[in-house]
T-cell receptor
């Protein structure tokens, strides 16, 4: 138990669906991150939020839309995804953006049909 | 982009054996982190290294920050079945909001009885 929870743990969606992934951290951290983990590839950083403000978007397609209503919650809204978007989506948090010790949630296994 | 070369990609060892894996880069890092990921879970931080030459232990795990700041290794002594999983190194460059964390591709460890 790392103090970072993610829901749902598994999600299957069609290409025309709209769904959202949720992340919550109970560590009092100020920075939160979304990563994509595909088979046999390094973790890919998608978005970074620091004190609720987005500080980084690593050229992520607009079909992924993050939202950070407060420092404890982070969402990833999904719409019109492609099959190649199927992956494990991991949320992480750290004390601040410059703190490198990131704590990860268990991930959401996403399958796009 | 920045790449971390992690080796070996996979290892099959017998229970009780010692394990060694490493990460190398062509660039200098300020921090090295080692994570373990169990199947269906997110990465969990094992050891953090902040200083060149630093040697840190966590139970049966020992990690070192290379003197050149371009590499790090992780050793596991007397492996047990629960050591099975994927081990990731991560290196950090820069500081503050410009901090970048780069992950290796992982070493998959299998332990046989």
């Amino acid at each position: 138990e790392t103090g970072v929870t993610q829901t749902p743990r598994h999600l299957v969606m069609g290409m025309t669906n709209k769904k959202s992934l949720k992340c919550e951290q109970h560590l009092g951290h100020n920075a939160m991150y979304w990563y994509k983990q595909s088979a046999k590839k390094p973790l890919e950083l998608m978005f970074v939020y620091n004190f609720k403000e987005q500080t980084e978007n690593n050229s992520v397609p607009s079909r992924f839309s993050p939202e950070c209503p407060n420092s404890s919650h982070l969402f990833l809204h999904l719409h019109t995804l492609q099959p190649e978007d199927s992956a494990l989506y991991l949320c992480a948090s750290s004390q601040d953006r410059g703190q490198d010790t990131q704590y990860f949630g268990p991930g959401t296994r996403l399958t796009v049909l | 982009g920045q790449q971390l070369n992690q080796s070996p990609q996979s290892m099959f060892i017998q229970e009780g054996e010692d394990v060694s894996m490493n990460c190398t880069s062509s660039s200098i890092f300020n921090t090295w982190l080692w994570y373990k990921q169990d199947p269906g879970e997110g990465p969990v931080l094992l050891i953090a290294l902040y200083k060149a030459g630093e040697l840190t232990s966590n139970g049966r795990l020992t990690a070192q920050f290379g003197i050149t700041r371009k590499d790090s290794f992780l050793n596991i002594s007397a492996s047990i079945p629960s050591d099975v999983g994927i081990y990731f190194c991560a290196g950090q460059r820069g500081g503050g909001t410009a901090s970048k964390l780069t992950f290796g591709t992982g070493t998959r460890l299998q332990v046989t009885l």
